[in-house]
């Protein structure tokens, strides 16, 4: 699972049982849109990552210093 296709829900609701990369909050703020079934017309912001991935790329540029 990349991630590459994460955004945010601005507006409306997916399904995504399959998305095991995040956790149950973030299923319900965040959609990995190559898996995720719309269940309504959606506004979605394209790039958004949950916390819990950001953490892990703030994580990783702190290392690389
Ligand atoms: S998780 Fe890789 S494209 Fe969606």
Redesign the pocket.
């Known amino acids: 699972?990349?991630?590459?296709?994460?955004a945010e829900i601005l507006e409306g609701e997916v399904v995504q049982p399959a998305?095991h990369?995040l956790t149950e909050a973030e299923g319900e703020r965040y959609a990995?849109?190559?898996?995720a079934r719309p269940q309504s017309d959606l506004v979605l912001d394209r790039g958004s990552y949950p916390p819990s991935i950001d953490g892990d790329a703030e994580a990783d540029a702190v290392a690389d210093d």
Do not use: K, Q, R, W
């Open positions: 699972m990349c991630l590459a296709c994460s998305a990369a990995l849109t190559c898996m």
